[in-house]
């Protein structure tokens, strides 16, 4: 595991390190002398976003292996988060934006313990759940005003989820270890509010799933911070992420996951190419 986390903080970082050399040194050639706090609609414009989550889960596991065995019910996950990463990026243009997102966590269960009514059984586990989300999303950017944009939009979004650890007093099996992977429509939208231009107040929110991936997904977002050059934003607010999933196994029984993920979070978002440096924006005092 720690190398599973060491490689994804090598990445993050030279990732981060390479937008923000780029957002910084990159020159505004060609670019339209006039302030826009998403970028020149009149060209195309990059962004990232490394976040710093602080989140809390819950939800439930059950489990196919436990479910074939002895028909349980969920077992609650009462949970430590081990990390998280999170990861979001918009390529626009014109009134056509699309954005990829990357959500990681990793956390477990210290202990579970199931007994049967009459004591003669049990099941002691301490699984862990590793959970992947890959979205990816597109629409029109609508320009209602200076200071407010509209985006909605369609996408995908992909979960995965590895629940993992040993097991005992289930017969014949010493670790459970199984992987679902399904994919969700998603529609939803962006609104984009400024009432300085240096300040961006943003929501997102989407829903879908509709029992073609899982029964139902759904996620919001809601961000408000401080442009500190025309290549970085520094932004902090509340995000959740949610879904319902079940199959069946091949008894028959249902198993499944059903989680939210929420809590606060902090990012630093880089424009290719920097913003126009509007000196009715950034004052002298600005420039360093």
């Not at 990445?11 to 020159?27: R, Y």
């Not at 292996?65 to 349980?72: A, G, P, T, Y």
């Not at 029109?140 to 992909?158: C, E, Q, S, T, W």
């Not at 509709?210 to 902090?236: C, E, K, N, R, V």
């Amino acid at each position: 595991m720690k190398f599973i986390f060491g490689f994804f903080s090598n990445c993050s970082t030279l990732i981060v390190g390479v937008f923000a050399w780029l957002a910084f040194v990159a020159p505004a050639i060609g670019q339209n002398t006039q302030y826009f706090p998403k970028g020149d609609p009149d060209q195309w414009t990059v962004s990232l976003t490394p976040f710093l989550v602080l989140p809390n889960i819950s939800g439930s596991v059950q489990s196919s292996q436990l479910s074939q065995d002895f028909d349980i019910g969920p077992a609650d996950f009462i949970n430590s988060l081990n990390g998280t990463f999170m990861m979001d990026a918009e390529i626009s243009k014109g009134t056509f934006f699309a954005s990829p997102a990357y959500i990681y966590t990793y956390n477990e269960v210290e202990k579970i313990f199931w007994e049967s009514d009459n004591t003669n059984q049990s099941i002691q586990v301490e699984p862990s759940l590793i959970k992947h989300v890959v979205e990816v999303i597109g629409g029109m950017r609508k320009h209602l005003a200076h200071n407010f944009i509209m985006d909605p939009f369609v996408g995908i979004r992909y979960t995965s989820y590895h629940v993992f650890g040993p097991a005992s007093g289930i017969v014949g099996t010493s670790e459970i270890d199984e992987h679902e992977d399904f994919w969700d429509p998603i529609i939803g939208v962006q609104i984009h509010y400024y009432p300085h231009p240096r300040v961006p107040i943003e929501l997102k929110t989407d829903i879908g799933g509709f029992g073609m991936g899982s029964q139902f997904t759904w996620s919001a977002f809601l961000h408000s911070g401080y442009t500190i050059s025309p290549g970085f934003d520094i932004l902090a607010g509340f995000a959740g992420l949610g879904n319902v999933y079940e199959g069946a196994t091949k008894t028959g029984s249902n198993f499944g996951l059903s989680s939210i993920i929420y809590g606060f979070d902090l990012g630093f978002r880089f424009y290719i190419p920097g913003r126009f440096r509007d000196p009715n924006i950034f004052k002298p005092k600005d420039k360093k």
